[in-house]
């Protein structure tokens, strides 16, 4: 198979009590898992695609052939997209960011609280499924907000970090309260996974 399935770097229960362990056993075993099974079924019918790393291939959707290019787009995404997620998440995590990342958080949104706002924002505001983002721009950082699987790497831009605000990410616990999960997320991010994704090249 040309991409395979990650396995969580932490037990399903590790981030209870914002994101309780059947939400992680079933968000990554069944839907990280038919992302990754599609995407490998679509790089099937041209094997050449396997060659190349998923962010290659995002960054580029108009070089995949027509016929799995939506394929790809959603579930080269769901893939992607949902390896960064686990990564970017730890047990005892949340508080600031330090260092570099924190002084380019306050160059461009003036604070953390600021950008906490604001990243919020994107979050609820993001109407059916989908992602909001921090991600590099140029010299600096922005936020944007992706629908269904979509990646900011289409955009030519670099995620640094994300939240999915699909349903399916926080239902069985906040059912339809959203911005509880989106204000409880903090209390799991891991600062610094997310300022190294934001130091690398």
């Given at each position: 198979?040309?991409?395979?399935?990650?396995?969580?770097?932490?037990?399903?229960?590790?981030?209870?009590?914002?994101?309780?362990?059947?939400?992680?056993?079933?968000?990554?075993?069944?839907?990280?898992?038919?992302?990754?099974?599609?995407?490998?079924?679509?790089?099937?019918?041209?094997?050449?695609?396997?060659?190349?790393?998923?962010?290659?291939?995002?960054?580029?959707?108009?070089?995949?052939?027509?016929?799995?290019?939506?394929?790809?787009?959603?579930?080269?995404?769901?893939?992607?997209?949902?390896?960064?997620?686990?990564?970017?998440?730890?047990?005892?995590?949340?508080?600031?960011?330090?260092?570099?990342?924190?002084?380019?958080?306050?160059?461009?949104?003036?604070?953390?609280?600021?950008?906490?706002a604001e990243?919020?924002?994107?979050?609820?505001?993001?109407?059916g499924s989908?992602?909001?983002?921090?991600?590099?721009?140029?010299?600096?950082?922005?936020?944007?907000?992706?629908?269904?699987?979509?990646?900011?790497?289409?955009?030519?831009?670099?995620?640094?970090?994300?939240?999915?605000?699909?349903?399916?990410?926080y239902y069985?616990?906040?059912?339809?309260?959203?911005?509880?999960?989106?204000?409880?997320?903090?209390?799991?991010?891991?600062?610094?996974?997310?300022?190294?994704?934001?130091?690398?090249?």
């Open positions: 198979m040309a991409f395979e399935l990650p396995k969580l770097p932490y037990a399903v229960d590790a981030l209870e009590p914002y994101i309780d362990a059947q939400t992680m056993t079933i968000h990554h075993d069944k839907h990280h898992a038919a992302y990754v099974s599609n995407l490998n079924g679509a790089i099937e019918k041209h094997p050449e695609l396997g060659k190349k790393s998923l962010e290659a291939l995002l960054g580029d959707l108009n070089a995949i052939p027509e016929d799995v290019r939506m394929v790809v787009r959603n579930h080269g995404g769901g893939t992607w997209n949902h390896s960064m997620f686990w990564e970017i998440m730890a047990p005892k995590a949340g508080g600031a960011p330090k260092g570099e990342l924190a002084k380019a958080i306050d160059k461009v949104f003036n604070s953390f609280d600021n950008f906490k990243f919020e924002k994107a979050a609820n505001g993001r109407f989908g992602w909001a983002w921090l991600v590099k721009k140029g010299s600096g950082l922005a936020i944007v907000s992706t629908p269904n699987q979509d990646n900011p790497l289409s955009d030519g831009l670099t995620p640094v970090m994300g939240i999915d605000v699909w349903e399916h990410a069985l616990k906040y059912q339809n309260r959203r911005a509880e999960y989106v204000t409880n997320w903090w209390n799991t991010v891991n600062w610094d996974a997310i300022a190294a994704r934001f130091a690398a090249k």
